[in-house]
């Protein structure tokens, strides 16, 4: 089976031989209609994806409707889309939820018929919905509650009898329940009986008939369905932990319906496959009232066979702090999932998706025919990311060109109906909260919180304070960013975009600016922080004259450290001498690495030229070679293996140290990875990755 692009490295859960997670929790292959042996015969765990965005979450679950709709009952929504997040004109908020609204939305994609069985009704949800529909329809015109009950209803349209004919059911039902509740006797017990008399009605199958009494065990209900879905409404209506207790009804009522089509000798044979309901965006509402119900449910008892896979930002929410965690490629073959009988948390399996593999970015990349050394570059970048991955790909495609700055700054066009945007501005759209990215953009250059504080005061409004700034870091945090010290964005493929975006804020790059010389001027002229932001201006000579100094009296490992750390200031300009920007597109550091532009510096008097211009050397190299957005260059990379194995012969102290990061670095940086500083990973602060 060929997934879409955006898919590959996800074979983990689409595999059919052996077969990947879906198809073992479903019971069929993926685009087939072959059974599997289903894992997990008796409970299955509540499957919850996650991750920061662009690891490609919502890909995959739509992939999963493509590969069993029409095979097995199957539902996809999306918590995020604007059905879930107001009610409908006239539509009273004491009578509508995200809750409410989502069972319907998934109840009427489960209904559409599969191949080799007919469509799944749903009498004990469809009841408990016009029952809570009727709580709002005190001023409500009689049209408008036909319209809503009629929608309703039609989720208990068999589909077994001639064409149209449930339809028309559903229409004259509709039309009773509306002369009922605008009549002179009671509004909501006049629906509710109208409503369970349509399930009775005399051409409803038995099981139909049957499924009228399952109100009567709502809790206080004295056995009486009536009653029951008059308290439902009530409870409903009343808001708060009551209303959560009426939804946890109503999300049971759903399941008992499937549980119902999939009873007897005869479904059983008709559906093959567990039916599949996918929830993108589970952290925003409707999600955790679908998922907690479910999880309460299981771990009370309460079976069902439903196979739920969900998709949530970030690592999880604190109501899964229990849940059994793994990785996709883990789950390949099997879960290794066992619930505990004192925690309904645990009933969910939280897999976490990795980032793409370099021979992912290259089978998605070469797609479009690029220049060879594009897949690797893209990679580098992205870290695996795959919306980065694809829609750098595209821009590739639209354009023809090995720059990655030119493509993440050129027009890309993604849609027809839409007008082509900057590749980075794509990028932000989706991989960061956008009511937050102007605050982000400006926050990108800082450290920490301080340093995030400070640039807030000088660049921010007014009503952005410290305690915006931490809550905003703890959101990033929580959408699944990383948190690295010494980085207040802590993911480098965001903070590269962001740092890119603040560049282009103005023509004359005014913010960039701003951002930098703010920074500069809170540290002190010695502080490798302050060294960092001015060589982000283009100012070098401070950076080389602080190494050049620190070489004997510094530690080896914390020079390298602090070199590593300086030379990681964003380069996305070349600069003249004096810092400013100049028109011309080349790079000028692979020049000074390389020593051509030596011949043209005043060395300080009082220092030694040959220290001093090595250092200048290394430090345009380490910046060349580390930049996200520069392919690094073989010769470059020469010239920082000699400059370092130099440097160890004037330093006995510290010449395995510089003699190993001379083999280290250059091979670290043809590679894609951080410069590893020798023997000191384990204590290694992080503030040296870009």
């Excluded at 229409?171 to 509710?192: C, E, F, H, K, M």
């Excluded at 589970?282 to 955790?288: Q, V």
């Excluded at 309460?296 to 109501?319: H, Y």
């Excluded at 009503?463 to 960013?481: C, I, K, M, N, S």
């Amino acid at each position: 089976m060929r997934v879409h692009r955006q898919l590959h490295g996800r074979g983990a859960l689409f595999d059919t031989d052996p077969a990947g997670l879906a198809p073992r929790l479903v019971g069929l292959r993926p685009h087939q209609h072959r059974a599997t042996p289903p894992e997990h015969p008796q409970e299955l765990p509540f499957v919850v994806l996650t991750g920061a965005r662009g690891l490609g979450k919502s890909a995959l679950l739509g992939e999963l409707r493509d590969a069993y709709k029409g095979h097995t009952p199957v539902a996809l929504i999306d918590c995020e889309a604007a059905e879930f997040t107001a009610p409908p004109a006239g539509r009273d908020t004491d009578a509508w939820s995200p809750v409410s609204q989502a069972l319907l939305v998934i109840a009427e994609q489960l209904a559409e018929p599969v191949t080799g069985a007919g469509r799944i009704t749903f009498p004990r949800l469809m009841s408990g919905l016009v029952a809570v529909a009727a709580g709002g329809w005190r001023d409500a015109d009689s049209e408008r509650i036909r319209r809503e009950v009629e929608r309703i209803l039609l989720l208990n349209e068999s589909g077994s009898w001639i064409a149209g004919f449930a339809g028309r059911w559903a229409g004259r039902v509709a039309a009773n329940v509306a002369a009922a509740a605008t009549g002179t006797g009671p509004l909501l017990q006049s629906a509710i009986e109208a409503t369970l008399e349509s399930i009775s009605d005399s051409f409803v199958h038995r099981r139909q008939q049957r499924a009228a009494t399952w109100w009567r065990d709502y809790p206080n209900a004295s056995r009486n369905a009536r009653r029951g879905l008059m308290l439902l409404s009530g409870h409903f209506r009343a808001g708060g932990t009551s209303r959560e207790h009426a939804e946890r009804h109503l999300v049971r009522a759903l399941l008992a319906d499937l549980t119902d089509a999939y009873t007897g000798v005869l479904p059983r044979m008709q559906r093959l496959g567990r039916p599949l309901v996918l929830v993108d965006n589970a952290h925003r509402a409707p999600g955790p009232g679908l998922t907690d119900p479910v999880l309460r449910d299981r771990s009370e008892g309460i079976a069902d066979q439903v196979v739920f896979i969900t998709a949530l930002r970030g690592t999880g929410r604190p109501a899964l702090r229990n849940a059994v965690r793994h990785t996709l490629p883990e789950v390949a073959r099997r879960t290794d999932w066992t619930p505990d009988p004192a925690s309904p948390s645990s009933r969910a399996l939280l897999v976490s998706l990795p980032p793409l593999t370099a021979d992912d970015t290259l089978h998605i990349v070469d797609e479009h025919q690029v220049p060879p050394r594009l897949p690797h570059a893209v990679h580098r970048l992205t870290g695996g990311n795959p919306l980065g991955i694809v829609l750098l790909a595209e821009a590739a495609a639209q354009h023809g060109t090995t720059s990655l700055g030119e493509l993440l700054t050129a027009d890309v066009r993604l849609h027809e109906d839409r007008d082509s945007r900057p590749t980075y501005v794509e990028l932000l759209d989706r991989l960061v909260p956008t009511d937050r990215l102007e605050e982000l953009t400006v926050l990108a250059a800082a450290h920490d919180h301080e340093s995030a504080t400070a640039l807030a005061e000088a660049l921010l409004p007014d009503d952005f304070g410290p305690a915006d700034v931490r809550a905003l870091q703890t959101r990033l945090v929580q959408e699944g960013l990383p948190e690295v010290p010494g980085r207040f964005v802590g993911d480098p493929f965001v903070r590269t975009l962001l740092l890119l975006r603040l560049h282009h804020r103005s023509a004359d790059h005014g913010r960039w600016r701003e951002a930098h010389e703010t920074l500069i001027r809170r540290y002190d002229p010695a502080d490798r922080y302050h060294l960092h932001h001015q060589l982000a201006l283009g100012a070098a000579e401070p950076a080389v004259a602080h190494l050049r100094d620190t070489f004997t009296t510094l530690d080896t490992r914390s020079w390298l450290r602090t070199l590593r750390f300086i030379a990681s200031a964003p380069y996305f300009h070349a600069h003249d001498a004096e810092g400013h920007d100049f028109d011309a597109r080349d790079d000028r550091r692979a020049a000074v690495a390389l020593g051509h532009t030596d011949a043209a510096q005043q060395v300080p008097d009082d220092v030694d030229p040959v220290l001093h211009l090595r250092i200048r050397r290394l430090l345009h190299a380490v910046w060349q070679l580390t930049d996200p957005l520069a392919l690094p260059d073989a010769k470059v990379c020469d010239r920082l293996r000699f400059e370092l194995e130099q440097l160890s012969n004037l330093r006995p102290a510290g010449n395995a140290l510089l003699w190993r990061a001379s083999r280290d670095w250059p091979e670290d940086a043809l590679a894609g990875r951080p410069l590893r500083v020798p023997d000191g990973d384990e204590d290694d602060d992080g503030e040296g990755e870009a």
